[in-house]
T-cell receptor
């Protein structure tokens, strides 16, 4: 059972480039989310989805897009990368929209030069 | 806004007991989670409290007082492998039957021989 799988593990971008961080889960979870983690800031919610075709913004959504075409996948798109987006990104899922624990992917370390 | 406070760093001796405190000022509170995060790894679930009182799980216990906006994580018989960051996260209702986690900045625990 793979759980939550994130790719790539590391990525370096130049300012203005675009890229997609991939996230997939094989637990049939309805709820998926993206967080970023910065030193001294803790984990901050970027976007989340409560099911296929439904997405919503979190605390820090600017500069990021998401879509949820299937239950399994929840990609995060950076349209025009900025140095302020240098961070560690975690995808997380749980069974449904209710109050249950999150399962995290292993993270993607992104550097924007 | 939401405010979650926990100490930045703590040091404790192997075999000892350590208590990590978390205070919160939030609206729409629906429970509190504790996660453990080793350096360079993803957060993993430790405990969940929604009612006042103590939840015990092996060497780890978590306490919640909703009226005081206070929780603590108690680690007994400390082991070197307990050196990690401990994240306090408050569950908040965000509408449409959905709950989101807001994280504190984390407490980095160092266990010394």
């Amino acid at each position: 059972n793979a759980g939550v799988t994130q790719t790539p593990k590391f990525q370096v971008l130049k300012t203005g480039q675009s890229m997609t961080l991939q996230c997939a889960q094989d637990m049939n979870h309805e709820y998926m989310s993206w967080y970023r983690q910065d030193p001294g800031m803790g984990l901050r919610l970027i976007h989340y989805s409560v099911g296929a075709g439904i997405t919503d913004q979190g605390e820090v959504p600017n500069g990021y897009n998401v879509s949820r075409s299937t239950t399994e996948d929840f990609p995060l798109r950076l349209l025009s990368a900025a140095p302020s987006q240098t961070s560690v990104y975690f995808c997380a899922s749980r069974r449904d929209r209710l109050n249950e624990k999150l399962f995290f992917g292993s993270g993607t370390q992104l550097s924007v030069l | 806004g939401q405010n979650i406070d926990q100490p930045t760093e703590m040091t404790a001796t192997e075999g000892a007991i350590v208590q990590i405190n978390c205070t919160y000022q939030t609206s729409g509170f629906n429970g509190l989670f504790w996660y453990q995060q080793h350096a360079g790894e993803a957060p993993t679930f430790l405990s969940y409290n929604v009612l006042d009182g103590l939840e015990e799980k092996g060497r780890f216990s978590s306490f919640l007082s909703r009226s005081k906006g206070y929780s603590y994580l108690l680690l007994k018989e400390l082991q070197m492998k307990d050196s990690a960051s401990y994240l306090c996260a408050v569950s908040l209702y965000s509408g449409a039957g959905s709950y989101q986690l807001t994280f504190g900045k984390g407490t980095k625990l160092s266990v010394i021989p």
